[in-house]
Structure formats: structure tokens, C-alpha cells
């Protein structure tokens, strides 16, 4: 199989002409031109979310004619997924922010609704219409289904039994586009699963307060359950159709406490062994009828695929040996899994979007995921490994600026979210961008991140501001060590968990760094925890208090990890960006933070981004924090 990349199929695509000579950092900056790819079932279109930098478009392109057969510009919406339902529909997902019903939510989040478009008419419609007592939210994905010989589509939304919330089921009919309720849930229900059939086959409840944990399962008698649990923490998860699609699939833990996937079946009788799962594994299922089929798991720094047909895992083998030395993502495929949208990500030319023809042996480009990064913006990462001062083994990427010798480079720690979230290989468009500028980036998968195992998980618990934030230091000693970096000009930015780090970095491990930069940082531990428990739960509040190691709300221990209490302690220039639209972490986050520090008379910004959210969702300001971050640590620690 042989590939030439190229940019041809992505102008005869978008049809609009890109800057010429995009300046360095909003070719970073700017949001993906390919942000997401879908294969219809027939394999002869390809649905794809595109943008200029700015505002969003859904284009459908035909394969074989190499046209395009529909244009749908969304503007500034959010549309964060686009699927096929049948060769003649697609479903999208759109977010906004904004502040619920009272009796729902007390607080703005992002909500999510859906929508179809009629690819021959070019005519779209929300899901959820014209129905009585429901929202026009939804919670979860759309989920498509063979239902009676037409593709429907099953959407979870909220409908109201005497003015309370409950999370209920709807089919809706493309054809005829009728929405209709096809089960109400009850106080507890969290999730549904649909069969292969298109009926309703399963139901988990939860409940915040008690932590009882159920899953309900379709059966003569009712919806008896077949499983359940207590746990406040972690509780199990229903995740979907087992592989013989006569049962549910399920995310539990073993006598151990060790990860596993187990399934129930109708009667409840008998339960199918538990797999291995591996901390960060998620599953793989069949495009059409939502059967489990295989499971993906970052491995190190290596994605590993593991399909249960031979047949898939061989077809798996040969599209990822096409791609030599790259990163090979499936993205969206054929319902004969003959046609596969892939993400390659190449470690000299960055990510693009490519469609695998498993018969004709052939694979064409659609285009780059970043249009305007060329070969000569995309600067090397290599992984690293070093022990923290107490000798656990840490590791973590080490980005370092195109042509420059590594060899005492100015530095930018740049800490993940989360925190039980982890920094993976290949392109990443905040880090790149640093790099452009002439700095070495440091990303650590600090103790407490996610994916490396429940050792290296749990050894974050209670070490929030305290190990957490002294790996990453030790990672800075490390490079240091070595000569690939100059201990004198290093600055911390990070964004929401990696924001407080940066605040952390000026105020709990000081004379590390010249300056630091929070995008959405906690400042106040005991008002985010206060927050987190009013506007969104006790599990909420539960994550964070495991990691801050506080034992409730009022613990003065919150008090000391908090930077906005240590602000007299800050020796260093504080950049604070925050969008107003954060429904993760509040604005108020920040202000306090900039009222601390001038009241404490140190130097601090604060840029509020207008209409902007916790995951920098617009193109216009992301760049714009972007160019922030990097014209702050320009000033305060030049790259020459």
C-alpha cells in the first residue's frame, strides 16, 4: 500500500483559499482545520467537521466523484461530533453554556444537543422536538440502531414527572422526523444501552448520596437488577453491548481492586468472565449495531489496538503498517469495515486525516488536521524518564524547538489537566506552538495521572500541591542534569489542573521558575471545593478532596495548598486567562487570584476571554490566549 500526502483533496474539499504566509502562532493557535471524520456505512461518503481557524462547516464529500454533496456552514457553534445514520442522514452534537432549569442545576454547564441533517434536501432539525415535559438536551451520544429495517436514532434526554428531572429514552424516525419517548427513567438512572435490535435492553442507576449502583436489564418480569454495588468512589460503569449482544458490558474492579471489563446477561444468571483492562482502555464498537468488537489502550507511548475477529486485528495490521513510524488512529469506518478513516500523526509532518481502501490496497489524504504547520513547524518530541527525589519513576515528552542543538535551551513546564488525565505522544498544538518560539517543553505524567496503572494513580491521593507539584520540579532538575536545559530561564504554564500547578510553581515550590501562566487554574481550594460540591455533586466533591487530601470542605489543609492564601509569597510575574463561559472551573477562580496578588502588590495580569469555555472551543480565542501566554513569557524570559 502506498501513500502520497498532499494537500490537493483538501482544497477541492473546503474550497476556500488559506492565508498564503499564516503567521507562526495562528497556524498553532487557531482551531484544527480537520477537527472530526466520519465514514457513512455504505463507504462511498465521508462527513467531516472543518474549519477556517474560526468558524465551523460540515462538509460531505463523495469518494468516487471526489465532490462535494453538501455544505452546512455552523458558524461559531460548537459542534463537537458528526455520525452517519444510514447513507442518507447525519447526526450531530452541538454544546452550549448556559444555566439550566432550577430544579436541574443551579449553575451554568455545557449542554449538549442534537441535531439531524437530511443530506439530499440539506434540511436540519433538532432530535428533540415537539415532545411534551422534555428538554431539548440530551445526555450522552446519539446511538444508531436497525430498527424495523430503517437506521433510528436513540438519543438520552430529560423529561419531566412532577417537575423533577429524569433521564429518559427517545427514538426518532429520519424519515418520517417524529421524536417519541420510548422509556422514562427514574430518580437514579444514569445511562441506558440499546440492543442490536433497537429496543431498550439495559438501564444504570446511581445514587450520589447513598452510593448504590445498579444496572437494570430488560427481562419478562421487568427490569429486575442484575447487578449493583455500593461504592461513593468509583463505582462501577456500564459501558455498552457485550460482544455477543445479548448482554451488558461493564467497568468493575476484581477482588484485587484491579480493573475489569465484565458483562450480565438477561436472566442475571450467569455472568460472562471479566477481560483485562487495562487502566486507560476503552472500547471498540461494531458501527451499526454497538457490539463490542475490540478495545484500545495507550501502552506506554505506543496505541495498542486489540481486535477480537482475526479478521479485524489482520485488516488493523496491514492499515497500520501503511504508516511507517507514525501514529495511526481509527477514526470512523464502513459498516463492512472495509473503508477506514484514519488519524496519522507523523513526527516530522504532524497530523492529518487519510481514508484506508482495504480492497483497492490504496490510501488517500484528505488533508492536515493543521493546515499552515508545515514540514519546518513541527518540532521533535522525544519521551523522557527520570526518578521524583523520593525515587518513584516518572515519565513524561520533552519537546524541543526545530534546528536548535538540546543543549541549554530556555524551558516551558507545561503540567497536564485533570489531574487524573495524561500527557500522550505526538502533536499537540499548545506545545508546538512553545516550541515555535524557541522553547524546550516539558510535559510530566506526574503521580496521580491516569493510564499508567493504579500504583502510579493512587499515589497521587492526597498529593495535590505536594508531590504532585515537586515532580514536576524534579523533572526541571533532571533536564538540568543533563545540560538540555538552562535551570535559570524556566517558566510553568499550564491550563485547569496544570493552571493551579502554575500557581503552584509561584507560591508552594518556589525558585524553580521565572514566571508562570494559569489558563482556567484553581487559586482557592476551599471555595472550589465548596462550589464543586453545591453545583455539581458530592461525586464531585469526592474527586476533588481524594486528591487534595483534605477530609471535608472546611479542612484547613485546603487553605494551605491554596495560592490565592499564599499570594505574598509570589516572586515572580503571574499571567491569569480565564474564559467567562467556564462551567469547570469558575471565573471566580482567577479574580480571586488577581485580588490576592495586587493586594499584595506582585506583579499579575488577568485576561477574561469573552464567550470562552474551560477547553478553549473557539478558534478566536484560543489564539488569543495563545499569543498571550507567549508574549508573557517572551518579556519575562526571552528565548535568546
Known amino acids: 500500500m502506498t501513500v502520497a500526502r498532499g494537500l490537493a483533496a483538501l482544497a477541492a474539499l473546503l474550497c476556500f483559499v488559506s492565508p498564503a504566509a499564516a503567521a507562526l502562532l495562528e497556524a498553532y493557535g487557531r482551531l484544527p482545520t480537520i477537527e472530526a471524520a466520519s465514514m457513512a456505512p455504505g463507504g462511498e461518503m465521508v462527513a467531516l467537521i472543518v474549519t477556517d481557524g474560526?468558524?465551523?462547516t460540515i462538509v460531505v464529500r463523495n469518494l468516487a466523484t471526489d465532490a462535494v454533496v453538501l455544505r452546512a456552514f455552523t458558524g461559531k457553534a460548537k459542534v463537537r461530533s458528526v455520525r452517519w445514520a444510514g447513507d442518507g442522514h447525519l447526526v450531530f452534537v452541538v454544546t452550549v453554556t448556559s444555566s439550566g432549569p432550577p430544579d436541574l442545576t443551579t449553575t451554568q454547564r455545557e449542554w449538549a444537543m442534537a441535531f439531524t441533517m437530511?443530506?439530499?434536501?440539506?434540511?436540519?432539525a433538532p432530535l428533540l422536538k415537539n415532545v411534551g415535559n422534555a428538554m431539548n438536551t440530551i445526555y450522552g451520544n446519539p446511538v444508531v440502531r436497525n430498527y424495523r429495517g430503517e437506521p433510528t436514532?436513540?438519543?438520552?434526554?430529560?423529561?419531566?414527572?412532577?417537575?423533577?428531572?429524569?433521564?429518559?429514552?427517545?427514538?426518532?424516525d429520519l424519515d418520517r422526523n417524529t421524536t417519541e419517548v420510548v422509556e422514562i427513567g427514574g430518580p437514579d438512572t444514569r445511562d441506558w444501552v440499546v440492543g442490536p435490535d433497537g429496543e431498550p435492553f439495559a438501564q444504570e442507576l446511581y445514587n450520589d448520596k447513598t452510593g448504590q449502583w445498579a444496572i437494570r436489564l430488560k427481562s419478562r418480569s421487568g427490569r429486575p437488577e442484575a447487578v449493583r454495588a455500593t461504592a461513593l468512589l468509583d463505582p462501577p460503569s456500564m459501558m455498552g453491548l457485550a460482544g455477543d449482544g445479548k448482554s451488558v458490558l461493564y467497568a468493575s474492579r476484581d477482588d484485587?481492586?484491579?480493573?475489569?471489563?465484565?458483562?450480565?446477561?438477561?436472566?442475571?444468571?450467569?455472568?460472562?468472565?471479566?477481560m483485562a483492562a487495562p487502566g486507560n482502555a476503552s472500547p471498540i464498537y461494531d458501527p451499526q449495531d454497538g457490539r463490542l468488537i475490540g478495545q484500545f489502550a495507550l501502552v506506554g507511548d505506543a496505541g495498542d489496538y486489540n481486535f477480537f475477529d482475526p479478521a479485524d486485528a489482520k485488516v488493523w495490521r496491514s492499515v497500520s503498517a501503511a504508516f511507517v513510524g507514525s501514529r495511526v488512529q481509527l477514526r470512523s469506518w464502513s459498516a463492512d469495515r472495509r473503508k477506514i478513516i484514519v488519524r496519522v500523526d507523523s513526527p516530522t509532518e504532524g497530523p492529518a486525516f487519510a481514508v484506508v481502501d482495504i480492497a483497492s490496497?490504496?490510501?488517500?489524504?484528505?488533508?492536515?488536521?493543521?493546515v499552515g504547520v508545515n514540514l519546518e513547524d513541527v518540532s521533535p518530541q522525544s519521551p523522557i524518564a527520570f526518578k521524583a527525589r523520593d525515587g518513584m519513576a516518572l515519565s513524561g515528552y520533552l519537546t524541543t524547538p526545530l534546528g536548535k542543538a538540546a543543549k541549554a535551551l530556555p524551558l516551558i513546564v507545561f503540567p497536564h489537566g485533570g489531574p487524573a488525565a495524561r500527557d500522550e505522544p505526538g502533536f499537540d498544538w499548545w506545545a508546538q506552538g512553545m516550541a515555535s518560539r524557541g522553547y524546550a517543553v516539558l510535559q510530566v505524567n506526574f503521580r496521580g495521572s491516569d493510564g499508567f496503572g493504579d500504583a502510579h494513580l493512587e499515589a497521587g491521593y492526597g498529593q495535590w500541591g505536594r508531590k504532585m507539584q515537586t515532580d514536576l520540579s524534579d523533572g526541571v532538575a533532571h533536564l538540568a542534569g543533563l545540560g538540555v536545559i538552562d535551570p535559570g530561564r524556566v517558566c510553568i504554564v499550564g491550563a485547569s489542573y496544570g493552571g493551579y500547578a502554575a500557581l503552584a510553581g509561584a507560591t508552594l515550590d518556589t525558585?524553580?521558575?521565572?514566571?508562570?501562566?494559569?489558563?482556567?487554574?484553581?487559586?482557592?481550594?476551599k471555595r472550589m471545593v465548596a462550589w464543586s460540591r453545591e453545583k455539581k455533586g458530592r461525586s464531585a466533591f469526592r474527586y476533588w478532596t481524594r486528591f487534595m487530601g483534605s477530609k471535608d470542605g472546611q479542612d484547613e489543609t485546603l487553605v494551605k495548598l491554596?495560592?490565592?492564601?499564599?499570594?505574598?509569597?509570589v516572586t515572580i510575574p503571574v499571567l491569569l486567562v480565564h474564559g467567562r463561559d467556564d462551567s469547570v472551573v469558575p471565573l471566580e477562580q482567577s479574580r480571586v487570584m488577581a485580588e490576592a496578588l495586587q493586594k499584595a502588590?506582585?506583579?499579575?495580569?488577568?485576561?477574561v476571554l469573552k464567550g470562552e469555555d474551560h477547553w478553549l472551543s473557539r478558534g478566536e480565542t484560543r489564539l488569543q490566549t495563545l499569543t498571550a501566554t507567549m508574549a508573557f513569557v517572551e518579556k519575562h524570559n526571552p528565548p535568546n
Open 54 to 56: 474560526e468558524d465551523r
Open 118 to 124: 437530511d443530506v439530499k434536501t440539506r434540511k436540519a
Open 153 to 172: 436514532v436513540f438519543v438520552q434526554g430529560v423529561t419531566f414527572v412532577n417537575n423533577q428531572g429524569r433521564i429518559s429514552l427517545f427514538r426518532v
Open 256 to 274: 484485587k481492586g484491579r480493573p475489569v471489563w465484565a458483562s450480565v446477561q438477561l436472566d442475571a444468571s450467569v455472568s460472562a468472565p471479566s
Open 361 to 370: 490496497r490504496k490510501a488517500t489524504w484528505l488533508g492536515q488536521e493543521y
Open 511 to 525: 525558585g524553580v521558575y521565572r514566571c508562570a501562566a494559569s489558563y482556567g487554574g484553581v487559586s482557592d481550594l
Open 562 to 569: 491554596s495560592p490565592a492564601a499564599l499570594a505574598d509569597r
Open 601 to 607: 502588590g506582585k506583579p499579575v495580569e488577568l485576561l
